[in-house]
């Protein structure tokens, strides 16, 4: 079999979850997303394929034969940038996990018919899906790696827990069938069997709670919510935050064992926020006071170090304040104003010399 056809095949079979960007771009005109559209499951699902077929292909996969995997870039060249993006108005900054192990960016990202360069929205969601298979990382970064594909998530999970990126957060993927849902979600596959429930490994499961508290954590995303109703779902009424991709079309993904534990995962995340919220390191030495220029159109002044805590007022770009204390929360550094007006996070501000 050659290359070619073997990606075609791998791109038909792997994850229900792949879906043509033209599909995704469809949904996308829709306010609300679309849910009804019928999808192209019925040519790429995977419950129309042989198991046994599939087992064959991934054993019969080897890396080193395939020329793509010499373009696999070093790990952490691209996973550990930072970024800073005008999204709406609002400076949102963006950056990777550095639990990631392997690093293989995709081309199927954004989009292209509304030449977007980056995501249109900030991460407010997180959407899991299952492989529907136990593939490597460097198979599914080989898959992705293919613009024929036309599929791809920003992290993927193997069966042993280990942490691949193909589409950096500050990327638009193409894996939920939705575009709007994709712009503003992290989507993560996790290596799962082939049919369902579409069992995960307890090494990838355990390792989806760590990725997705990070993910978590470096977006201020305070709360994992997860809705049983899919309106709910899909509307992010009640705080809800997790999207599945059986919301947006007509597919098991992801699959009824992580459907069924999306609540555990849930809590398992908000456990691990809370711990990490209440050890918040101590305040960081620097030389006070120091005066600061507001440089975001706006931003909120907090009654302490976090988005956790109350708005006291807004500011605005172009004011000045004096800063008095300065104190590192997962959300980043903030600074204490002068007569204890309140908190502002530092990276809304630059320091005037
Ligand atoms: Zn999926």
Redesign the pocket.
Known sequence: MTKNLFLRLMSALL???FMIPMFAGCAAKDKQPDTTAASAEDVLSLENVDPETLEQLVDGYDPESDDLSAERSASGEVSLAGTVLTINGEEVSFSNSKLVEYTKISPNKNDPYKKTTHRTHKIDTITI??MAGQLSLELCGNVFADADAKASSNYGIDKDGRIGMYVEEKDRSW??SNSENDNRAVTI?VASDSSEPYKVNDAAYKSLIKLVADICQRNEIKKLVWSADKYTRITHQKDANMTV?RDFAN?S??GDYLYSRMGDIAKKVNAILSQNAGTKTSTTKSEFPYMVKIKAKMTDIRKGAGTEYDIVTTVKKGEVYTIVEEQKVNSGTWGKLKNDIGWINLKDTEKVK
Request: hydrophobic content about 10%.
């Open positions: 994850c229900i979850c899906h299952c894996c939920s596959e991709h597919k993904c992801p």
